[in-house]
T-cell receptor
Framework: GQQVMQIPQYQHVQEGEDFTTYCNSSTTLSNIQWYKQRPGGHPVFLIQLVKSGEVKKQKRLTFQFGEAKKNSSLHITATQTTDVGTYFCAGPGYNFNKFYFGSGTKLNVKP | SAVISQKPSRDICQRGTSLTIQCQVDSQVTMMFWYRQQPGQSLTLIATANQGSEATYESGFVIDKFPISRPNLTFSTLTVSNMSPEDSSIYLC????????????FGEGSRLTVL
């Protein structure tokens, strides 16, 4: 399957601080998705990026897709305790109808 | 969107036994995906279940260990056969409700503990 690496593995921040997680692929991706999994929950879709250099925002969350379509990032501005969870990127398989998840970044926000 | 019901939500099983997990979707979907998530780990794709054909397994997963059924467009089962403690994990059923959106919907998961 597709190899999608994600860093960092863990991030502990104080509430109000910013947070960024990075996703890197050795091959060009046709698209990339981001998911959030709360503790004890299942992954929930956040967004899909398709275009080279694409930037999308959802309130305090900013998603970027690299120009070469090999990397992506999720940035959270002024974290809140509700942001706690694990953030996964996911990339398609070579036949584009499967989804392979990155290793995830676990975010902990201290109040 | 898609609403996915998975059963059982959790179970404790004895080594050497088999357990079948059921996944019911509230709409017709072409492909259903089965993932495994071991404690503290990411999601690993086990197989893709297509209606009317055999499931497609990922490297490291075989049909004898994880037989899958897909009798119609709204239902699938995954069986974990001859279980060992290493199979203790959360098993998740997933669908892409609208093809091409990349938006996967997940069931609540089935947490298996093998003693």
């Amino acid at each position: 399957g597709q190899q999608v690496m994600q860093i960092p593995q863990y991030q502990h921040v104080q509430e109000g601080e910013d947070f960024t997680t990075y996703c890197n692929s050795s091959t060009t991706l046709s698209n990339i998705q981001w998911y959030k999994q709360r503790p004890g929950g299942h992954p929930v879709f956040l967004i899909q990026l398709v275009k080279s250099g694409e930037v999308k925002k959802q309130k305090r969350l900013t998603f970027q897709f690299g120009e070469a379509k090999k990397n992506s990032s999720l940035h959270i501005t002024a974290t809140q305790t509700t942001d706690v969870g694990t953030y996964f990127c996911a990339g398609p398989g070579y036949n584009f109808n499967k989804f392979y998840f990155g290793s995830g970044t676990k975010l902990n926000v201290k109040p | 969107s898609a609403v996915i019901s998975q059963k059982p939500s959790r179970d404790i099983c004895q080594r050497g036994t088999s357990l079948t997990i059921q996944c019911q979707v509230d709409s017709q979907v072409t492909m259903m995906f089965w993932y495994r998530q071991q404690p503290g780990q990411s999601l690993t794709l086990i197989a893709t279940a297509n209606q009317g054909s055999e499931a497609t397994y990922e490297s490291g997963f075989v049909i004898d260990k994880f037989p899958i059924s897909r009798p119609n467009l709204t239902f699938s089962t995954l069986t974990v056969s001859n279980m060992s403690p290493e199979d203790s994990s959360i098993y998740l059923c997933s669908v892409e409700a609208r093809r091409g959106t990349g938006e996967l919907f997940f069931g609540e998961g089935s947490r298996l503990t093998v003693l």
